[in-house]
């Protein structure tokens, strides 16, 4: 993926109408908050079409994919590596300690009916993969630390509020689907990967360890080890 959407000479100027466009897109006026609330809706109504359009703003308004997080990794190799690494030993720490002390059940009911269907498990591999790991880091933390960065600043106190404020925002798009306790998981991993990118300022190594996360909850409950996860710390 390129470093940045825009090169000299390959964009019309900011007076030409598609530059007018890019400029609005760009703003807070009302084609800027429009934006705002199409691709949030959009998202609200299915994660991978928030983060298409997402995209599709990023290249209309003229952002480069390095705001958005997309810059090239030092390695690629290493980021996927950490993030693997990482977002299974968050999801098990989460599952064995964390959540069993907010009062969670042991069995995520929502998800339990994955529990030995290998017909699922392709489908839902993929979810987890496109729709979890690239779409919701792309939407929740890409572009909203952009569209938040711009409107309330980049300094130390600006960062924790937008980590703030993304994790809530990821956290209650869970509740319809994995009720009260899926929101606390959401809003703790909201803030750890929100937290990651807010000092790094690259959304790789979120993406792969949100895909990790994810696809060790999904073993978890594929081989119906969910209680004994949970009991290993508190029997």
């Known amino acids: ?139 929740y933390r890409g572009y909203l630390f952009e569209r938040l960065g711009k409107l309330l600043g980049r300094g130390a106190g600006e960062k924790a509020a937008i980590v703030s404020i993304t994790s809530i925002l990821f956290a209650l798009a869970h509740y319809s689907g994995q009720g009260v306790f899926g929101v606390l998981q959401a809003a703790i991993t909201g803030a750890v990967f929100g937290t990651i990118f807010a000092v790094t300022g690259r959304l790789w190594m979120p993406i792969f360890a949100h895909a990790a996360f994810d696809l060790a909850a999904l073993a978890i409950i594929y081989w119906d080890i969910e209680s004994k996860v949970a009991h290993l710390v508190f029997k």
């Open 1 to 139: 993926m390129p470093q940045a959407l825009e090169t000299p000479g390959e964009h019309p100027t900011e007076g030409a109408p598609e530059g007018r466009l890019a400029a609005a897109l760009r703003g807070f006026g009302p084609i800027g908050l429009l934006a705002i609330v199409v691709v949030l809706a959009a998202g609200v109504w299915m994660t991978v079409a928030g983060a298409a359009l997402a995209l599709i703003w990023a290249r209309l308004s003229r952002t480069s994919w390095a705001e958005m997080g997309f810059a090239r990794p030092r390695s690629w190799i290493g980021t996927l590596a950490v993030g693997v690494v990482f977002g299974a030993a968050f999801k098990l720490l989460l599952k064995a300690v964390v959540m069993p002390l907010l009062g969670a059940p042991p069995v995520n009911q929502a998800y339990h009916y994955l529990a030995g269907n290998t017909a699922a498990l392709p489908g839902m591999v993929l979810a987890v993969i496109v729709g979890a790991g690239f779409a919701e880091e792309t939407l």
